[in-house]
């Protein structure tokens, strides 16, 4: 059966720290690998890995895959306020985008 | 540009009551369409998704329905809800079935007493 697992799955850190967010699957037949964002209601996309696009970095905000460990790690550097949300990694494997419990990040003044 | 609206945003139904919850995309065609529900401090569950009008695969067996009538319309559905249904329905769609990138509808909070 295909899982996505994440971790940690609550982290709480002060505005400016750096944080690592980790997203680790067994799927078969991997496809791609997509970070989400939910503040309130609506996850918002971030982020979409494949082969043969294995990093991604938007302003504070990067992604990379790998594939031979079978994971992908979420950093967001000097972090603020506005980073609190449950993040969501979720992988497209054969038949389904599986995702993960997610990971609550709580950035404190 | 393309929107998804989903409705109600909020709904408190009392065990053994009926439910309906929609979803409708605008400006796509023949999209790929789900329904995931999404327990509280856990990740999103698939439940139903769909490939065209009338086509609907269950992933989770359970007295939730889904249907879709027309190309752009997908309807959840229960003829008596259970205290376990409780909690926060997103619908989806992509253009890309199962791989790509999904965009959110706002959810449905559905309490169930």
């Not at chain 1, 996309?45 to 302003?59: A, D, H, P, V, Y």
């Not at chain 2, 540009?1 to 945003?9: G, K």
Request: contains cysteine.
């Amino acid at each position: 059966e295909d899982k996505v697992v994440q971790s940690p799955l609550s982290l709480v850190v002060h505005e400016g720290d750096t944080v690592t967010l980790n997203c680790s699957y067994e799927v078969t037949n991997f496809r791609s690998l997509l970070w989400y964002k939910q503040e309130k209601k609506a996850p918002t996309f971030l982020f979409m890995l494949t082969s043969s696009g294995i990093e991604k970095k938007s302003g504070r905000l990067s992604s990379i895959l790998d594939k031979k460990e079978l994971s992908s790690i979420l950093n967001i550097t000097a972090t603020q306020t506005g980073d609190s949300a449950i993040y969501l990694c979720a992988v497209g494997g054969a038949q389904k985008l599986v995702f993960g419990q997610g990971t609550r990040l709580t950035i404190n003044p | 540009s393309q929107t998804i609206h989903q409705w109600p945003a909020t709904l408190v139904q009392p065990v053994g009551s009926p439910l309906s919850l929609e979803c409708t995309v605008e400006g796509t065609s023949n999209p790929n369409l789900y329904w995931y529900r999404q327990a509280a401090g856990r990740g999103l569950q698939l439940l139903f998704y769909s490939v065209g009008i009338g086509q609907i695969s269950s992933e989770v067996p359970q007295n939730l329905s889904a249907s879709r009538p027309q190309d752009r319309q997908f309807i959840l559905s229960s003829k008596k809800l259970l205290l376990s249904d409780s909690g926060f329905y997103l619908c989806a769609w992509s253009a890309s079935p199962h791989t790509g990138e999904l965009f959110f509808g706002e959810g449905s909070r559905l309490t169930v007493l």
